[in-house]
Nanobody, 121 residues
Framework: QVQLVESGGGLVQPGGSLRLSCAASGSIFSINIMGWYRQSPGKQRELVADINISGRANYAASAKGRFTISRDNAKNTVYLQMNSLKPEDTAVYYC???????????????WGQGTQVTVSS
């Protein structure tokens, strides 16, 4: 059984910073892409950033220049450093990972439980 556990959300003032972490655990042979999505009330879940096993990152336009995604392959962990936060960044942030649980299995898509980020004065 694979689990993704997020941490690091909270309340921050506009212009502030937060760092999200997501650790994958359980039966894991390999992890392909890891990423962060977010969803605010009344809106669809959207990609914030993702990163492949080689460290190549991809960002949504809203995240470029302010957010940095990174991963520690030895720890099966992905991070999202968020700077210059704006009220419109307020959302539930979800960790996502494409994982091969065992060598003989196909890649599967996994989600974390979500962590709330609120940007408000």
């Amino acid at each position: 059984q694979v689990q993704l556990v997020e941490s690091g959300g909270g309340l921050v003032q506009p212009g502030g910073s937060l760092r999200l972490s997501c650790a994958a655990s359980g039966s894991i042979f390999s992890i392909n892409i890891m990423g962060w999505y977010r969803q605010s009330p009344g809106k669809q879940r959207e990609l914030v950033a993702d990163i492949n096993i080689s460290g190549r990152a991809n960002y949504a336009a809203s995240a470029k220049g302010r957010f940095t995604i990174s991963r520690d392959n030895a720890k099966n962990t992905v991070y999202l450093q968020m700077n210059s936060l704006k009220p419109e960044d307020t959302a539930v942030y979800y960790c996502n990972a494409l994982i091969r649980p065992r060598l003989e299995e196909n890649l599967r898509n996994y989600w974390g439980q979500g962590t709330q980020v609120t940007v408000s004065s």
